[in-house]
């Protein structure tokens, strides 16, 4: 950050962005910063006006970011919140037309098993009265048939 005295960085004043992105504040580092220079570490935190310009300092640029990250509708949250709930919808899709599908299948299985069954009965039918037309005699049952 700019200052009338120089640049300046957070970190002077105390205030460390943490790999998670969390802020951390030394207390420690913040009160001898302000010791020795109030007004840069003023100018750091909340800027200054220099020609009738606003100078951001940290707190101008974290504003910023946060109100254009909450900004409705084309904020970066509500862009991401929109796009997660799209995700959504056609996962959810994608889930309900396999559902169909399967019931589909199942149902065509079960009708080809119903007709298995059914041959099966048939053939059984069949077999049975082709050995009660050969009863005892050792005609074959297929020239008794024809």
């Known amino acids: 950050v ?18 998670d992105g ?12 302000i010791e020795n220079d109030y ?3 003023a100018q750091i935190l909340t800027g200054y006006f220099e020609n009738g310009q606003k100078v951001n300092g940290f707190v101008d640029n974290l504003e910023n970011v946060v109100n ?6 084309s904020g970066t949250l509500f862009t991401r919140n929109r796009g997660f709930e799209s995700n959504i919808r056609d996962i959810d899709r994608r889930v309900e037309n396999k559902q169909r599908q399967l019931e589909r299948k199942e149902e065509n299985l079960k ?4 007709r298995l069954e059914e041959t099966m009965a048939r053939i059984r039918t069949q077999g049975s009265g082709l050995a009660g ?11 008794q048939l024809g």
């Open 2 to 19: 700019n200052t009338k005295k120089g640049p300046g960085r957070l970190g002077d004043v105390g205030v460390q962005f943490q790999r």
């Open 22 to 33: 969390l802020l951390t504040f030394e207390n420690e580092k913040f009160e001898n910063f």
């Open 39 to 41: 007004l840069k570490a």
């Open 68 to 73: 254009s990250a909450l900004q409705n509708p």
């Open 111 to 114: 009708q080809k098993f119903a």
């Open 133 to 143: 037309l050969q009863g005892g005699s050792a005609v074959n049952p297929v020239q």
